[in-house]
Nanobody
Framework: VQLVESGGGLVQPGGSLRLSCAASGFTFGSYAMSWYRQAPGKERELVATITSAGASTYYADSVKGRFTISRDNAKNTLYLQMNTLEPEDTAVYYC??????WGQGTQVTVSS
């Protein structure tokens, strides 16, 4: 199992970013996938989940209405569109399917 996150960066409050997660080593389209984040000094938290075929999604209250999780099973890739970013969204973002090792994550910093 290999998960490689990308797309993070420095953005001003109110801005947008799109994260990607390239998956390999397992049958990506057979598993629900999630995005997690970990801010400095805090525990890792679940941000959003999408079912295997993409029919259903779940969002943490803190990101509902601002973030959108999606997937392209033909490309073995998971996405997280993040809009109206807030300083509180600053964290390292990870994708994970509930098994195997975590990837290296991608840093998102929201600051003016």
């Amino acid at each position: 199992v290999q998960l490689v996150e990308s797309g993070g960066g420095l953005v001003q409050p109110g801005g947008s970013l799109r994260l990607s997660c390239a998956a390999s080593g397992f049958t990506f389209g057979s598993y629900a996938m999630s995005w997690y984040r970990q801010a400095p000094g805090k525990e890792r938290e679940l941000v959003a989940t999408i079912t295997s075929a993409g029919a259903s999604t779940y969002y943490a209250d803190s990101v509902k209405g601002r973030f959108t999780i999606s997937r392209d099973n033909a490309k073995n890739t998971l996405y997280l569109q993040m809009n109206t970013l807030e300083p509180e969204d600053t964290a390292v973002y990870y994708c994970w399917g509930g098994f195997g090792s975590w990837g290296q994550g991608t840093q998102v910093t929201v600051s003016s």
